[in-house]
């Protein structure tokens, strides 16, 4: 059975017109970014690819962004995009290595097993020559029967917990001058800072050129932060978005996290109850 994290640009090239192969565009981005993922993909894509807008396939009526939908709402949804939970999964974006993560997580949370990432994502891709369309995909509808892990889903009573008794290492890839309550949170509402007894391990630098950095530099990047990732982890963000690109990197390593804070950052520095740590 194919299953790996990644998938090299000649694989999938290969591999395009393949009936149970499905390539997902996740190309989102921060406000500050300044980049419209939606936008970027009507403008071009991988022929064949479709869009996965986390802001739609979401639990739209929680106050926080794009938290997971419910595995029925995603079943139906991604069904409809003409993918199914047998499919092999491949899935970029146009940052590189960003929002890709995110989907990638969602989907085996929702009970996908054949899920990869595109190395070097779109850039990549692109840089190469390989093929790129802005025609509209077309794919026939298919069947997601959803399998949902929910101990991969950690909300805020679990990371109070963690935290209470140091149960699982809570590791924030926000950048550092957020993590320190130094830089502003792009989200307004927000205090600024870190919750007390939390590491950070700053999403870019574990990725280089829309890529995982090497095994050896990714274990560096942990210890150096204080984590032992032979113990329990559990990722979290801004918003729930980087913290998979910590996910993806342990998976790499062979030490799966324990769990991602869906709520994240979003959450915690929204609320009065929750303590807030600076420096």
Same mark, same amino acid.
């Given at each position: 059975?194919? @299953?790996?994290?990644?998938?090299?640009?000649? !694989?999938?090239?290969?591999?395009? @017109?393949?009936?149970?192969? /499905?390539?997902?565009? %996740? /190309? !989102?981005? $921060?406000?500050?970014?300044?980049?419209?993922?939606?936008?970027?993909?009507?403008?071009?894509?991988?022929?064949?690819?479709?869009?996965?807008?986390?802001?739609?396939? %979401?639990?739209?009526?929680?106050?926080?962004?794009?938290? $997971?939908?419910?595995?029925?709402?995603?079943?139906? +949804?991604?069904?409809?995009?003409?993918? /199914?939970?047998?499919?092999?999964?491949?899935?970029?974006?146009?940052?590189?290595?960003?929002?890709?993560?995110?989907?990638?997580? +969602? *989907?085996?949370?929702?009970?996908?097993?054949?899920? /990869?990432?595109?190395?070097?994502?779109?850039?990549?891709?692109?840089?190469?020559?390989? %093929? !790129?369309?802005?025609?509209?995909?077309?794919?026939?509808?298919?069947?997601?029967?959803?399998?949902?892990?929910?101990a991969a889903v950690a909300d805020l009573?679990?990371?109070?917990?963690?935290?209470?008794?140091?149960?699982?290492?809570?590791?924030?890839?926000?950048?550092?001058?957020?993590?320190?309550?130094?830089?502003?949170?792009?989200?307004?509402? $927000?205090?600024?800072?870190?919750?007390?007894?939390?590491? @950070?391990?700053?999403?870019?630098?574990?990725?280089?050129?829309?890529?995982?950095?090497?095994?050896?530099?990714?274990?560096?990047?942990?210890?150096?932060?204080?984590?032992?990732?032979?113990?329990?982890?559990?990722?979290? *963000?801004?918003?729930?978005?980087?913290?998979?690109?910590?996910?993806?990197?342990?998976?790499?390593?062979?030490?799966?996290?324990?769990?991602?804070?869906?709520?994240?950052?979003?959450?915690?520095?929204?609320?009065?109850? *929750?303590?807030?740590?600076?420096?």
């Amino acid at each position: 059975m194919f @299953n790996a994290l990644f998938v090299t640009t000649e !694989w999938l090239s290969n591999h395009l @017109n393949d009936p149970d192969v /499905s390539i997902i565009d %996740a /190309s !989102w981005y $921060l406000p500050t970014m300044n980049r419209d993922g939606k936008a970027e993909y009507a403008a071009g894509h991988i022929p064949g690819s479709v869009h996965f807008d986390i802001d739609a396939i %979401a639990d739209t009526s929680s106050p926080l962004p794009h938290m $997971l939908p419910t595995p029925e709402f995603f079943a139906d +949804t991604v069904g409809k995009m003409g993918i /199914s939970d047998k499919d092999t999964i491949v899935i970029y974006d146009g940052a590189g290595l960003f929002a890709a993560a995110r989907v990638w997580w +969602t *989907c085996r949370v929702m009970g996908a097993t054949k899920v /990869s990432i595109l190395e070097g994502g779109a850039p990549k891709w692109r840089a190469e020559g390989k %093929a !790129w369309t802005d025609a509209t995909t077309e794919k026939p509808k298919k069947t997601f029967h959803p399998s949902f892990h929910p101990a991969a889903v950690a909300d805020l009573p679990a990371i109070k917990q963690a935290l209470e008794k140091h149960a699982a290492q809570i590791v924030d890839a926000r950048p550092a001058e957020r993590f320190r309550g130094e830089a502003p949170e792009p989200r307004p509402g $927000l205090a600024s800072g870190h919750m007390p007894g939390s590491y @950070n391990v700053q999403f870019s630098d574990i990725v280089t050129n829309g890529q995982l950095k090497p095994a050896t530099e990714l274990r560096e990047a942990f210890t150096k932060a204080g984590v032992n990732i032979n113990q329990p982890i559990i990722t979290s *963000c801004g918003s729930g978005v980087s913290a998979a690109i910590l996910a993806l990197a342990l998976e790499s390593l062979g030490h799966p996290a324990k769990a991602l804070y869906d709520g994240s950052w979003a959450e915690w520095g929204a609320r009065t109850d *929750c303590d807030v740590m600076k420096g």
